[in-house]
């Protein structure tokens, strides 16, 4: 009995692991993204999209193995809930993933133009740097299981939200004179950069509910 619980203990810290390398990849992933938004880099929206089957194929992998890790070990109370958490994060890492894909796909679309005017980009600077800091702080909140860097995340996502509204404002303003292409990419594109820090809260709470076993609902769900 006691080498079946060794065995399933290594393949949980094989799942944490697993999870940390996707964040990697994500952090990877929207750093770039990001980077080609803001300077117009159609080579590096190339790379941000061609990889993003790299980081659904990884979580993929990580979903088989943590169903398969239900299925023989058949795991109860605390257990169960890592398993079963891990396979939300998976889920929640996957989809900024694709967050990422949709900001850079943006940057490839409007090639050799910048996606948002002129008055937007400085915003549009800060909401990527808030987001390649979250999806770093995510990393090691994933590999520390650190609840105060939980409590960072939620905190620049907040920052995120507030320059999101402010897009939107200038958007619908009576002093905007974008035109109408530039309008529907400005919010879209805004849109990508909050959902991005939105699951990562969310990803933020599963970690919580691991250590204290409370569950708190997000919109993610």
Do not use: C
């Not at 964040?23 to 990889?51: G, K, M, P, Q, Y």
């Not at 989809?95 to 002129?118: C, E, N, T």
């Not at 409590?151 to 897009?167: C, F, G, M, P, T």
């Not at 974008?178 to 594109?189: F, S």
């Amino acid at each position: 009995m006691r080498i079946v619980r060794e065995v399933f203990q290594q393949e949980l810290r094989e799942v944490q692991g697993r999870l940390v390398e996707i964040a990697e990849l994500v952090h990877v992933s929207i750093t770039r993204a990001t980077s080609a938004f803001n300077d117009s880099d159609v080579a590096l929206a190339e790379v941000v999209i061609a990889e993003d089957a790299e980081i659904d194929e990884a979580a993929l992998a990580l979903d088989e193995l943590a169903i398969d890790i239900l299925a023989r070990q058949q795991p109860v109370a605390r257990d169960l809930r890592i398993v079963v958490s891990a396979l939300r994060i998976s889920a929640s890492l996957e989809r900024m993933g694709d967050m990422a894909g949709h900001i850079a796909q943006l940057s490839r679309y409007r090639f050799p133009d910048k996606v948002v005017p002129k008055g937007l980009r400085p915003t549009f600077r800060e909401l990527g740097a808030l987001d390649v800091e979250i999806a770093g702080m995510l990393v090691e909140l994933l590999r520390t299981q650190d609840m105060s860097i939980a409590e960072q995340i939620r905190n620049e996502d907040d920052k995120v939200d507030a320059l999101h509204l402010s897009v939107f404002e200038k958007v619908l303003g009576e002093t905007w004179k974008g035109a109408a292409v530039d309008t529907v990419d400005a919010t879209l594109a805004s849109r990508y950069h909050e959902r991005f820090a939105d699951h990562a809260v969310a990803i933020a709470k599963k970690v919580q509910y691991l250590s204290t076993g409370d569950w708190v609902p997000t919109d993610e769900e």
